[in-house]
Nanobody
Framework: VQLQASGGGLVQAGGSLRLSCAAS????????MGWFRQAPGKEREFVAG????????WYADSVKGRFTSSRDNAKNTVYLQMNSLKPEDTAVYYC??????????????????WGQGTQVTVSS
């Protein structure tokens, strides 16, 4: 599966952005989807995950209550709604897909396919 993330940009602290990740192929609903981010000089970190049907999602503590992941399997797209953004949310955001990812999976190694990343910059 090929993934294309979009929706990043520059926003002031307290603002909102919605990232999208479009997937190719006809088996999108077979993949657990995840969002990760990587800030300059830091390791890639887990942000959010969502189950095959979208009925279950899980989040890093740092974004819980502010970010919401959803998916539309008919459109082969997963979303990350980001509210109350903070300067520390500044990073390149990546979407990822895994066919054998357990529910609650946070380790990048569980996700086989990765998009190219989209930059999110939050100004103070």
């Amino acid at each position: 599966v090929q993934l294309q993330a979009s929706g990043g940009g520059l926003v002031q602290a307290g603002g909102s952005l919605r990232l999208s990740c479009a997937a190719s192929g006809r088996t999108f609903s077979s993949y657990t989807m995840g969002w990760f981010r990587q800030a300059p000089g830091k390791e890639r970190e887990f942000v959010a995950g969502i189950s095959l049907s979208g009925g279950t999602s899980w989040y890093a503590d740092s974004v819980k209550g502010r970010f919401t992941s959803s998916r539309d399997n008919a459109k082969n797209t997963v979303y990350l709604q980001m509210n109350s953004l903070k300067p520390e949310d500044t990073a390149v955001y990546y979407c990822a897909a895994g066919s054998a990812t357990p529910a609650g999976g946070r380790n990048p190694s569980w996700y086989r396919y990765w998009g190219q990343g989209t930059q999110v910059t939050v100004s103070s």
